[in-house]
């Protein structure tokens, strides 16, 4: 578990960062969050055709 310091030191690095390198930061997470998404719909629908 990081401590108090390791993350302060994280938020000052991003808030160091400039406002295209942030969202660049985001864009990948949410392609990330729609990458999983799209995968448990398509496990979902899987089991919906095959059992």
């Known amino acids: 578990m990081p ?3 390791d993350i302060g030191q994280k938020a000052r690095e991003l ?3 400039s406002i295209s390198e ?3 930061i985001e ?3 949410i ?3 729609a990458g999983a998404l799209f995968i448990y719909f398509l ?3 899987s ?3 095959f059992l």
């Open 22 to 24: 942030r969202v660049k």
């Open 3 to 5: 401590n108090n310091w």
């Open 43 to 45: 496990i979902i629908l």
């Open 15 to 17: 808030d160091e960062k």
């Open 47 to 49: 089991f919906y055709f």
């Open 31 to 33: 392609k990330r969050v």
């Open 27 to 29: 864009r990948h997470s």
